[in-house]
């Protein structure tokens, strides 16, 4: 069955310092994946995804990330955070088929505070 | 373009009533996605429609059943709810099925179950 880790639950930064959230996903075939991220009493909002291709994918917000199929990680990274980069982010892997197809399953994810 | 929608923002029930979620999914999507997601945990998929029919479901029993229109919008039914089901409920509509194409979000309906 497909999962997804993220093992940081909590991430605390400055303003203006680099950022990266873990994901580490297991999956059979080669996996959709993606990272969304949610702010307080919103929806998720999807930042980027990777199907195949170039490892290192761009998202909005200036954020990116890279899959790493030797180690079953992709993870998130922004060069330099915002105040307003202040959420829940949540990386998650597509089912291609069988009867959950079109599920995504999420990680628990990585709740990320911004201080000034 | 008007984005995905979903009713009541809020509801609050006792254990063992019944519960009806809408959700509008954004124009030119056929597929709807619903996800329960409880507090502290990342969304956990319930069911997929696809042109008014179930194509997808996750671990969750029949009491949960849902429907799909056929202006594509979409209800989830949850019979005798219990303490668990308390969560916020995420529909998410796409393009078109699987799960190669990007799911919308919309911003949930917080159940809360007494």
């Known amino acids: 069955a497909q999962s997804v880790t993220q093992p940081d639950i909590h991430i605390t930064v400055s303003e203006g310092a680099s950022l990266e959230l873990r994901c580490n996903y297991s999956y059979g075939a080669t996996p959709y994946l993606f990272w969304y991220v949610q702010s307080p009493g919103q929806g998720l909002q999807l930042l980027l995804k990777y199907f195949s291709g170039d490892t290192l994918v761009q998202g909005i917000k200036g954020f990116e990330a890279e899959f790493k199929r030797s180690q079953s990680s992709f993870n998130l990274r922004k060069p330099s955070v915002h105040w307003s980069d202040a959420a829940e982010y949540f990386c998650?892997?597509?089912?291609?088929?069988?009867?959950?197809?079109?599920?995504?399953?999420f990680g628990q994810g990585t709740i990320l505070t911004v201080h000034p | 373009e008007t984005g995905v929608t979903q009713s009541p923002t809020h509801l609050i029930k006792t254990r063992g009533q019944q519960v009806t979620l809408r959700c509008s999914s954004q124009s030119g999507h056929n597929t709807v996605s619903w996800y329960q997601q409880a507090l502290g945990q990342g969304p956990q998929f319930i069911f997929q429609?696809?042109?008014?029919?179930?194509?997808g479901r996750g671990n969750f029993p029949p009491r949960f059943s849902g429907l799909q229109f056929p202006n594509y919008s979409s209800e989830l039914n949850v019979n005798a709810l219990e303490l668990d089901d308390s969560a916020l409920y995420l529909c998410?509509?796409?393009?078109?099925?699987?799960?190669?194409?990007?799911?919308?979000f919309g911003p949930g309906t917080r159940l809360t179950v007494l």
């Open positions: 429609y696809y042109r008014e029919e179930e194509n």
């Open positions: 998410a509509s796409s393009p078109r099925a699987g799960a190669n194409n990007e799911q919308f």
């Open positions: 998650a892997v597509g089912s291609q088929g069988g009867t959950s197809y079109g599920k995504l399953t």
